[in-house]
């Protein structure tokens, strides 16, 4: 057991991630109960009910490593952070403020673990594969990440909050408009978990739709070796501008690729293409012990 978890620390990483949410009621819990004990009864009855249906659907989603539930546990995982933010301001006990923050703040850090991500990604692999999440582009990560959290998040609550107040015209208004939109931010911030290499008995495919029209396969004879990039390489940058160590992977053959400039798609061929795996180190562990040189 020990091995396996050295070996593939995503899992330890996971069970890490399950036992922070799971511990919330006891230290974000107390602090959001202070902050809505002053509201109306039907409010305070209508988000204690909302807050234990949010804290499960979050636990749910972390027993179950698949994409689609690291999506749904960092959307709404992360909302812990600005809930104990506004129950601090509504409340005057120092210890039970700290003790949600540092709870709030524990739990967003262990959800934005890279090893949890790659752990979630590779819960769909099969037979004998690995799966890596590659990092954002850099310009989703500005522009569009945290904006599109806010309204998947906003999007979704603020309808049933104004109704639970008994706002009901503003209530409904805000569901019509928020709901959809939510949706549609979530579905955005979903896509990013669609890009993600994968070790194949056979090579390496990167899987990164937003660079190239169809996922690639490299087999491993035709990899001369992987290696961090240098500044002045002239790989083909297939990383969409991610911050960050990019990999270098080095070629025998030219491979033809359908590479997305803009709106248009062109025919490529590459002898080296950079990649930005999240977890730089692990990729190049296991590149190198399923026989891919490291150079």
């Not at 749904?72 to 210890?95: C, K, M, Q, Y």
């Not at 949890?116 to 099969?126: E, K, P, T």
């Not at 806010?150 to 706002?167: K, S, W």
């Amino acid at each position: 057991m020990l091995e396996r978890l050295r070996r593939r620390p995503e899992r330890l990483t996971g069970w890490v991630a399950l036992a922070v949410w799971a511990a919330q009621p006891f230290g974000l819990g107390p602090l959001l109960g202070e902050a809505l004990d002053p509201t109306r009864e039907l409010f305070r009855t209508a988000a204690s009910w909302a807050l234990w249906g949010w804290w499960l659907v979050v636990l749910v989603a972390l027993a179950l490593p698949r994409p689609l539930m690291l999506t749904i546990a960092r959307v709404g995982g992360l909302a812990a952070v600005p809930a104990a933010a506004w129950a601090s301001f509504e409340t005057d006990d120092n210890a039970t403020i700290a003790l949600g923050l540092v709870s709030a703040v524990a739990a967003a850090m262990a959800l934005l673990s890279p090893a949890l991500a790659d752990r979630f990604i590779d819960g769909v692999s099969y037979g004998d594969e690995r799966r890596f999440v590659l990092r954002p582009p850099g310009p989703v990560l500005f522009a569009v990440l945290f904006p599109s959290w806010a309204v998947a998040i906003g999007g979704f609550v603020a309808g049933p909050a104004f109704l639970a107040d008994e706002r009901w015209v503003l209530g409904g208004v805000l569901v019509a408009i928020g709901w959809p939109l939510s949706f549609l931010a979530f579905r955005a911030l979903h896509q990013l978990t669609n890009r993600f290499l994968v070790f194949v008995p056979n090579g390496l495919v990167v899987h990164d739709l937003t660079v190239m029209r169809d996922p690639v396969l490299f087999v491993s004879p035709g990899i001369v070796g992987i290696a961090p990039a240098l500044a002045d390489t002239t790989a083909d940058d297939m990383t969409s501008s991610a911050l960050g160590l990019a990999l270098e992977l080095k070629l025998a053959e030219p491979v033809k690729v359908l590479a997305i400039v803009g709106r248009d798609t062109h025919e490529r061929e590459v002898r080296a293409i950079l990649i930005a795996p999240s977890r730089p180190a692990a990729v190049m562990q296991v590149a190198k012990e399923r026989g891919i040189r490291i150079a």
